[in-house]
T-cell receptor, first 113, second 115 residues
Framework: NAGVMQNPRHLVRRRGQEARLRCSPMKGHSHVYWYRQLPEEGLKFMVYLQKENIIDESGMPKERFSAEFPKEGPSILRIQQVVRGDSAAYFC???????????FGDGTRLSIL | AQTVTQSQPEMSVQEAETVTLSCTYDTSESNYYLFWYKQPPSRQMILVIRQEAYKQQNATENRFSVNFQKAAKSFSLKISDSQLGDTAMYFCAFMRNNAGNMLTFGGGTRLMVKP
């Protein structure tokens, strides 16, 4: 029973390029959350999605960042025209219905050159 | 909005001894959940323990237990018989009941277990 799968584990981009981060939730989970962790800080909520719907994006920067969770396939966090300040670890979590705890993937470490 | 505060950036403990990590939070909600997550150097986020606010009994998971003081909005984690593998960052987290269920994390406490 595979856990939450994130890829790539490490991603290096140059300033101005696009970054795409992928997350496959645990089997049976239809709720997906993205969090960002800056160095030496806790995780900060970015966006909450269910299949084909963005439920809450109150933690997403207004520009350059977008997320989707299509009917088929993984959830994607997309960062356009990356800047040095986007360097961070990005974690995806999924959960089942009601108030079950969230299960986290291993994260994607994004480095901007 | 909810806030979670961990006032101890770093702590250390001798192997086999007991250590307590502090966490306080601020909320106007009455029904919520609290969690402790462990993040070892591998960077995984591992759920350690969970507490429902409506339960008065403190949660326990093997060597890990919490002291939940709802009126004081305090949620400390006690690790008994500390092991070298307990060395990690520990994050306290708050979750409202329903309403999206996103987690609000504290800034973390770095725990070092010394042999």
């Amino acid at each position: 029973n595979a856990g939450v799968m994130q890829n790539p584990r490490h991603l290096v981009r140059r300033r101005g390029q696009e970054a795409r981060l992928r997350c496959s939730p645990m089997k049976g989970h239809s709720h997906v959350y993205w969090y960002r962790q800056l160095p030496e800080e806790g995780l900060k909520f970015m966006v909450y999605l269910q299949k084909e719907n963005i439920i809450d994006e109150s933690g997403m920067p207004k520009e350059r960042f977008s997320a989707e969770f299509p009917k088929e396939g993984p959830s994607i966090l997309r960062i356009q025209q990356v800047v040095r300040g986007d360097s961070a670890a990005y974690f995806c979590a999924s959960k089942g219905p009601d108030n079950q705890p969230q299960h986290f993937g291993d994260g994607t470490r994004l480095s901007i050159l | 909005a909810q806030t979670v505060t961990q006032s101890q950036p770093e702590m250390s403990v001798q192997e086999a001894e007991t250590v307590t990590l502090s966490c306080t939070y601020d909320t106007s909600e009455s029904n919520y959940y609290l969690f402790w997550y462990k993040q070892p150097p591998s960077r995984q986020m591992i759920l350690v323990i969970r507490q429902e606010a409506y339960k008065q009994q403190n949660a326990t998971e093997n060597r890990f237990s919490v002291n939940f003081q709802k009126a004081a909005k305090s949620f400390s984690l006690k690790i008994s018989d500390s092991q070298l593998g307990d060395t990690a960052m520990y994050f306290c987290a708050f979750m409202r009941n329903n309403a999206g269920n996103m987690l609000t994390f504290g800034g973390g406490t770095r725990l070092m277990v010394k042999p």
